[in-house]
């Protein structure tokens, strides 16, 4: 199995908790997109990888064309994604990406729930970064594709994937960040439905914290998802194996 596979299978935590959160999340994401390119998801790559990710959370078509309508007009909200680096308990690293409209706002609060928690501390944007790897990840339900494994992994090859893990229920597909419009294309050339289609970043080192740090780290994890203008947090926490 891929590390990307094995990462999100040892992760304990959903990123899409509620559904309330689901849908004000991909509402931003659409708004986003929109105002960087346009309402046409047909030209707007960003916005075609928002619209994939509502149908996979089931968010009904008419908020999704609500979203995108007000998100085209003169009063549109104006949101933004702003990224957060810092570390948590025993040296786990943080990577933290929110969308807001009040960026003020969004870092005193980061910053408290680092100061929270033992061991917290906000560093600098792009300290961090070599700690993880900006991958595509593209997640296919076998339920709703008929997929011949043999043939579909060789077709992800040509369209440049990286690993192509089959799991009991679904298909975790791992690209480069730059090929990451190149295995979109292929799948929907091959009239595969996405789930959902995201632009990640996989820890390139893990640790294993022991018992007491852990239930700290996982009352930090918390925290930042409760946020509202967190839209994704990543970290490098090592889940595969019991912690003691």
């Given at each position: 199995?891929?590390?990307?596979?094995?990462?999100?299978?040892?992760?304990?935590?959903?990123?899409?908790?509620r559904m309330a959160k689901q849908f004000s999340r991909i509402g931003r994401e659409i708004a986003i997109a929109v105002k960087e390119n346009g309402p046409n998801p047909e030209a707007n790559t960003a916005l075609k990888?928002?619209?994939?990710?509502?149908?996979?959370?089931?968010?009904?078509?008419?908020?999704?064309?609500?979203?995108?309508?007000?998100?085209?007009?003169?009063?549109?909200?104006?949101?933004e994604e702003v990224t957060y680096e810092g570390y948590g308990k025993g040296g786990v690293a943080f990577f933290i990406e929110c969308t807001t409209n009040n960026t003020t706002r969004t870092v005193a609060n980061i910053?408290?729930?680092?100061?929270?928690?033992?061991?917290?501390?906000?560093?600098?944007?792009?300290?961090?970064?070599?700690?993880?790897?900006?991958?595509?990840?593209?997640?296919?339900?076998?339920?709703?594709?008929?997929?011949?494994?043999?043939?579909?992994?060789?077709?992800?090859?040509?369209?440049?994937?990286?690993?192509?893990?089959?799991?009991?229920?679904?298909?975790?597909?791992?690209?480069?960040?730059?090929?990451?419009?190149?295995?979109?294309?292929?799948?929907?050339?091959?009239?595969?439905?996405?789930?959902?289609?995201?632009?990640?970043?996989?820890?390139?080192?893990?640790?294993?914290?022991?018992?007491?740090?852990?239930?700290?780290?996982?009352?930090?994890?918390?925290?930042?998802?409760?946020?509202?203008?967190?839209?994704?947090?990543?970290?490098?926490?090592?889940?595969?194996?019991?912690?003691?």
């Open positions: 199995m891929g590390r990307a596979f094995e990462y999100r299978k040892a992760s304990k935590f959903a990123r899409w908790d990888r928002a619209i994939q990710n509502a149908k996979g959370v089931n968010m009904p078509k008419d908020n999704v064309e609500r979203a995108i309508k007000k998100a085209s007009g003169e009063n549109a909200e104006n949101w910053r408290a729930i680092f100061n929270k928690f033992e061991g917290g501390s906000l560093g600098k944007n792009g300290e961090l970064s070599f700690l993880f790897d900006r991958k595509g990840i593209f997640i296919i339900e076998t339920k709703k594709n008929v997929i011949e494994a043999e043939q579909f992994e060789l077709e992800m090859i040509d369209a440049r994937a990286e690993d192509v893990d089959f799991g009991e229920d679904e298909i975790f597909i791992t690209s480069a960040f730059e090929d990451f419009g190149s295995v979109q294309s292929k799948l929907e050339k091959l009239k595969i439905e996405i789930k959902s289609a995201n632009l990640e970043r996989l820890p390139t080192i893990l640790k294993q914290p022991n018992a007491d740090d852990a239930k700290i780290l996982i009352k930090m994890l918390d925290k930042f998802n409760d946020d509202d203008d967190v839209f994704n947090v990543f970290h490098n926490i090592d889940f595969s194996e019991e912690i003691t």
